[in-house]
């Protein structure tokens, strides 16, 4: 059987589906997708969309974390992901939704609005990934990474200053209710499943963003989430201005 994974190191999705694939003993390949290259990388994998996670399953091409984590309780069972009672697998359905269209999009809308901004924060970001002559790429790639920040979510925003605001302002509320999913056992660590996967991944990602950090680190989910994903392989810098955390305009 052949399964390979198309993903990135920053992408906390594609880390929800790497500990899937952990948890369930698949044998698997990694393919890593340079950032801004992804559409043509997956097209030219026979991909649909240009989105990681993107796995092909023994030649079936599956794109995205809610399908990925269903097609793989299919082919294998066991520990599952989803509970077998119906009542109890709705909510972590839900839940699951819930990760994937308002929580998810945060940090990466986040990240890709500051890195159309920031021209040091675009040029340290090429220097980690270790590509040549990061000033002058971080110069280049401006109207790239000015493309993607134009993306639309799936909760239906994009990366603009009016969506980072709301973003932060919107945050403490959500962190509030992971907390809350933790603690009604809809969310559960050991073993963990596809909406604890799906949402802790995120918060560790929020946590590795130093603007969020104090944030982070007043909610229990911080520590769930560490227990799930203990490494990230980068700390984002400080980005976030001061008028960002103002009141956000009524109607944004």
């Known amino acids: 059987m052949t399964v390979v994974l198309y993903s990135m190191a920053l992408s906390h999705p594609s880390r929800a589906v790497r500990k899937m694939l952990d948890l369930k003993g698949v044998d698997y390949r990694v393919v890593e997708v340079r950032p801004f290259n992804q559409r043509v990388h997956l097209r030219v994998a026979g991909f649909r969309g240009g989105t990681v996670p993107a796995l092909n399953l023994d030649g079936q091409r599956l794109q995205g974390s809610t399908a990925i984590s269903r097609a793989l309780d299919e082919r294998w069972p066991a520990p599952p992901l989803f509970p077998s009672d119906a009542a109890e697998r709705a909510r972590v359905e839900e839940a699951e939704r819930w990760g994937d269209r308002e929580l998810q999009p945060i940090p990466r809308r986040l990240f890709r609005y500051a890195l159309s901004q920031d021209a040091e924060l675009r040029r340290s970001v090429i220097q980690a990934q270790g590509l040549p002559a990061p000033g002058l ?35 403490p509320g959500m962190l509030d209710r992971v907390d809350s999913l933790l603690a009604d056992g809809t969310l559960t660590i050991d073993p963990p499943n596809a909406a604890a996967l799906q949402i802790l991944s995120t918060v560790r990602t929020l946590d590795a963003f130093s603007d969020l950090q104090e944030l982070i680190r007043a909610h229990p989910c911080r520590e769930a989430a560490y227990a799930v994903f203990p490494n990230y392989p980068a700390e984002m810098p400080p980005f976030v201005k001061p008028e960002w955390r103002e009141p956000v305009p009524s109607g944004t």
């Open 137 to 171: 790429t971080a110069r280049l790639i401006q109207p790239l990474t000015a493309y993607y920040a134009r993306t639309v979510e799936p909760d239906g925003r994009r990366g603009s200053e009016a969506s980072a605001r709301a973003d932060l302002a919107a945050l």
